[in-house]
């Protein structure tokens, strides 16, 4: 009697997705003429900036306070406006809450849309449009806090349990009875988390707006960097690196308690009262808000550009797509392109490392991990425009500084996600195999590497999402891409090629989200 074999499936497809990645690697080097050659020859002048910036000015903290009060400022208020357009769309936007796909449909364009803009280029059209300082910044950070809040919480609204929603639906309840007592008892806490996590990511995002004019510390930061004082921008980079981490740990601490519940039960007082305390401090943080910001009504000029801004966005410049003899379009997004996609190459491989060292649940000693997250979070708070700066001292001012400002600030980012998926994992498998005396590298090898591989690859298709925003923003301090004709589209008013880059932006943008959406779905 003859045993039949078992056939393994093709893994055809499999081969053919790996010797891509390969193929786009080998042209994102060839674009950025990333060489390990070019960034050691640079090294000695790397070197020499940092020790510009040590010791830091910590004299200059004196003038620092009232600029970052600013920017904490700026972000509680484009937070909260934001969030308030936001919660409205994503129950627009979702599919179990609005049936109508003449609502649904242009919800998620409008969604889609707004967070295809990078926050630099908000604030940067802000400026013009409304003048330099905190306003300008405000705005931007409403679109920016629009654009997250609306795209997490409309996930999160899809995802909720139908069966409250169909019990209410038999027995006649309108759509607003729906979303009062079927959906929003649901989404709620998920809701308040988003907004905690927004909070967290406009801080930083606003650390850097001021470098167009749009406020903050981030205005600041430019002023020390024009003048060559990098002792001074140390000590800011530190002092809003303090700020940061304080008010990561605060957020941390309430979106678990929001997610997970309290450890310790509560009474219904306790709760109660712990809502009213929140709905205080919200209120007074937003009272503080806006009373302390300068923010400035339109200037008398701001129709006549926003006409010509329309004007132009409506008549682009199509002749710049592409130019056979120079810089065009086309171009420059294929460099954005090759910045992002080496950039988030190189960080998924170096984050690895530090991944397993921040996750709890890899290491016996809690001051392990601890320094870990620390190692992490420090990392990801310098702007990706200040690694940039480094790393045009050493390769000058091209693509190959945006790959590796990108690259280390995304170690920090994409760290911090791998580091959750680890100690997310089921531990299960771990210690069965530990009972049985496997080693170190067997236990990583069939136990964990296994489990966190999915979650590895998802959250590497959602970073080169974010990089390939944050890489048309590089150009404008020269580290490539097509930040740089749009920067100086912008100054100089040229608003048909403001226009057609913006198509660009917005085209590739959306075609790379589809794309690893699609993919992401497929493997979570």
């Known amino acids: 009697m003859s045993v039949a074999t078992v056939k393994k499936p093709p893994r055809t497809k499999f081969y053919m997705i790996i010797a891509i990645m390969v193929l786009f690697l080998i042209g994102s080097i060839y674009q950025t003429d990333a060489t390990l050659t070019r960034l050691a020859t640079g090294t000695p002048e790397i070197l020499k900036f940092i020790a510009e910036m040590f010791p830091p000015d910590w004299l200059f903290f004196a003038d620092i306070w009232k600029p970052m009060a600013q920017t904490i400022q700026m972000s509680i208020l484009g937070t909260i406006v934001g969030a308030l357009f936001a919660f409205p769309m994503a129950l627009l936007a979702a599919r179990n809450v609005t049936s109508s796909p003449w609502l649904s449909y242009p ?3 409008i969604m889609n849309f707004v967070r295809t803009i990078p926050d630099l280029l908000y604030a940067a059209l802000f400026a013009v449009l409304v003048g330099f300082g905190p306003t300008a910044g405000t705005l931007a950070l409403i679109f920016f806090t629009f654009g997250i809040i609306s795209k997490l919480s409309y996930e999160s609204t899809e995802a909720i349990d139908p069966g409250p929603l169909e019990a209410m639906t038999a027995v006649g309840a309108n759509k607003l009875k729906l979303i009062r007592f079927g959906v929003l008892p649901q989404v709620a806490p998920t809701y308040l988390a988003h ?13 850097i707006l ?6 903050g510390i981030g205005l600041l930061l430019k002023n020390t960097l024009d003048l060559f004082r990098y002792d001074q921008s140390c000590a800011i980079v530190i002092y809003t690196l303090l700020i940061v981490v304080i008010i990561d740990l605060v957020s941390t601490r309430f979106r678990t ?3 997970k519940g309290s450890a310790k039960p509560m009474s219904e007082t306790q709760a109660n009262t712990y809502k009213i305390i929140g709905i205080v401090a919200v209120i007074g943080l937003l009272i503080w808000a806006l009373t302390g910001l300068e ?8 129709w006549i550009l926003t006409k010509a801004m329309i004007s132009g966005l409506f008549h682009p410049d199509w002749a710049y797509v592409y130019i056979p003899e120079g810089e065009d379009l086309l171009r420059s997004l294929l460099e954005t392109l090759s910045i992002s996609y080496l950039g988030n190459f190189v960080s998924a491989i170096v984050c690895l490392p530090f991944a397993f060292w921040a996750a709890a649940n890899m290491s016996k000693y809690r001051a392990v991990s601890g320094t870990g997250k620390l190692f992490l979070s420090v990392v990801r708070t310098i702007p990706e425009i200040i690694m940039a700066l480094i790393f045009i001292k050493a390769v000058g001012p091209n693509a190959y500084a945006g790959v590796m400002a990108l690259g280390l600030h995304s170690v920090g980012m994409l760290g911090k996600l791998y580091a959750e998926a680890i100690e997310n994992m089921d531990m299960g498998p771990t210690e069965a195999m530990t009972a049985v005396g496997a080693n170190f590298w067997q236990r990583m090898s069939f136990a964990v590497i296994p489990q966190v591989i999915p979650d590895f690859i998802s959250y590497t298709l959602y970073r080169f999402e974010i990089n390939v925003r944050s890489a048309t923003l590089l150009g404008v301090i020269g580290a490539g891409g097509i930040g740089t004709p749009l920067i100086f589209a912008l100054n100089a008013r040229q608003w048909p090629r403001v226009g057609i880059i913006l198509i660009g932006i917005i085209v590739t943008v959306s075609i790379i989200d589809y794309i690893s959406g699609s993919l992401r779905k497929r493997i979570v």
């Open 295 to 302: 923010l400035t009504g339109f200037q008398p000029t701001t």
């Open 195 to 207: 907004f905690l996590y927004t909070f967290e990511v406009s801080i930083r995002a606003s650390a």
């Open 107 to 109: 919800a998620r364009f």
């Open 257 to 259: 308690y929001l997610l």
């Open 210 to 215: 001021g470098l167009v004019g749009a406020g």
